[in-house]
Each structure stands twice: as C-alpha cells, then as structure tokens.
C-alpha cells in the first residue's frame, strides 16, 4: 500500500485545515487508518484511527473535540479535519496504514504503511 499525504500549511491560531490521505496498490477497506505526528525533538504520537468502516474511532485526548478523522472507501481516501488550531499542534503529519487492526491500535508500531508527511505550521 502507498499512501499520499496533503493539505498541510502555514494556519493562524484557530484555524482550521484539512489533511487528506490517498491509498493506492492494495485493498484500502482492510486497513484501519491512522494519524500521527511529530514535532521537532519529540516522538511521533498518536493523533487519530479509523476502523476499516468508518463506524469506530479513537483520538488522542490533546484532539479530541477538535480533530475529525473520516475515509471514504470508494475513493481510497482518508481525511482528517483539524479545527480550532493551536500553535502545539505544529508537526509533521503522517498518515498510516494498519492491516485488519483496530481503531484502538495507537503505537506506531502497529501500522505497517506511512505516507511521506505533510507539515502543519500554527502561528500565534
């Protein structure tokens, strides 16, 4: 599986900002999908997953209330909404692929698949 992220940038404090996550060369309902991040001189966390339906969900508690993570299985496509920005939300943000795992799987070891990362910058 190959996974291509966008829609990373430069967002005031507030704002908001749309990741998108294309899957292509494998059988994207069998993954449960997931974002990561990571910030200069930090471990790249958990940030969301998605099981392969779309019905069960899991954020981080930084996120929660904040962040949506949706998939739409026809066009292999994995989004993630990011609303009501703050400057610590500044990192690379990766999204990943986890074969027939679930929503709950928050290690990054449990994803076998990462796109290349995208950058979200929130200035205050």
């Known amino acids: 599986v190959q996974l291509q992220a966008s829609g990373g940038g430069l967002v005031l404090t507030g704002g908001s900002l749309r990741l998108a996550c294309a899957a292509s060369g494998g059988w994207f309902s069998n993954y449960v999908m997931g974002w990561f991040r990571q910030a200069p001189g930090k471990e790249r966390e958990f940030v969301a997953g998605l099981s392969w339906s779309g019905d069960s969900t899991s954020y981080a508690d930084s996120v929660k209330g904040r962040f949506t993570i949706s998939r739409d299985n026809s066009k292999n496509t994995v989004h993630l909404q990011m609303n009501s920005l703050k400057p610590e939300d500044t990192a690379v943000y990766y999204c990943?692929?986890?074969?027939?795992?679930?929503?709950?799987?928050?290690?990054?070891?449990?994803?076998?698949?990462w796109g290349q990362g995208t950058l979200v910058t929130v200035s205050s």
């Open positions: 990943a692929a986890n074969y027939l795992g679930t929503s709950d799987d928050r290690t990054w070891s449990d994803y076998e698949y």
